[in-house]
């Protein structure tokens, strides 16, 4: 059962939430300690990152990093695997650091990563009623969530068309209720 996400979310106009946050999450990048550690190089527009000493979100202008102006209270948690952005009005948004996986077992005519990858989340959500999927970079394989999870992990496999036992990078996000 899904639950309606209450309170005040300051942002661009949303019409749909969830389509909305998944779509500009496909630019987050992994985070980095602080200002001084953002890449110069390699940078498209919209990339963003979280220095996670400052707790502050940077973005990609085409020419420079600029600093996300956020009305709100937001605390950042890590672990290994990721970083999370709680929001004082309940709100978390998760991002997994990038992770290999390749597509090599075969599955009713495609191929998939032989196991999944359990991300665990730096922070868990209040129940396993969150939103969760995953990206990679090839046009010819997809990542995508695997399975229920209970709020503090998420099981991620990778898809392809044809099998692909070369590992390609992922990475997952998560967002929901964190109270």
């Known amino acids: 059962m899904l639950k309606a996400i209450t309170g005040l979310v300051r942002a661009e106009p949303l019409n749909d939430n969830f389509s909305y946050l998944a779509d500009r999450l496909k630019n987050a990048k992994a985070s980095v300690d602080n200002f001084e550690s953002l890449p110069v190089e390699g940078n498209e527009v919209g990339d963003f990152r979280l220095t996670i000493e400052e707790g502050t979100i940077y973005y990609w202008d085409?020419?420079?990093w600029k600093q996300v102006n956020l009305d709100a209270s937001v605390e950042v948690t890590s672990n290994d695997d990721g970083f999370c952005l709680r929001f004082a009005n309940g709100?978390?948004?998760?991002?997994?650091?990038p992770f290999e996986m390749n597509a090599t077992e075969e599955y009713h005519g495609f191929y998939r990563?032989?196991?999944?990858v359990s991300w665990v989340f730096p922070t868990p959500?209040?129940?396993e009623n969150y939103y969760g999927t995953a990206e990679t970079p090839l046009g010819n394989r997809w990542?995508?969530?695997?399975?229920?999870?209970?709020?503090?992990?998420m099981a991620i496999r990778q898809f392809a068309y044809t099998e692909s036992s070369?590992?390609?990078?992922?990475i997952?996000?998560?967002?929901?209720?964190?109270?």
Do not use: L, M, Y
């Open 113 to 116: 990563s032989e196991t999944a």
């Open 91 to 97: 709100f978390q948004i998760c991002v997994s650091n």
């Open 125 to 127: 959500f209040i129940d």
């Open 62 to 64: 085409g020419e420079k």
């Open 166 to 170: 070369g590992d390609q990078p992922t």
């Open 143 to 153: 990542a995508k969530r695997t399975g229920i999870g209970d709020g503090t992990s």
């Open 172 to 179: 997952g996000f998560a967002f929901g209720r964190w109270k």
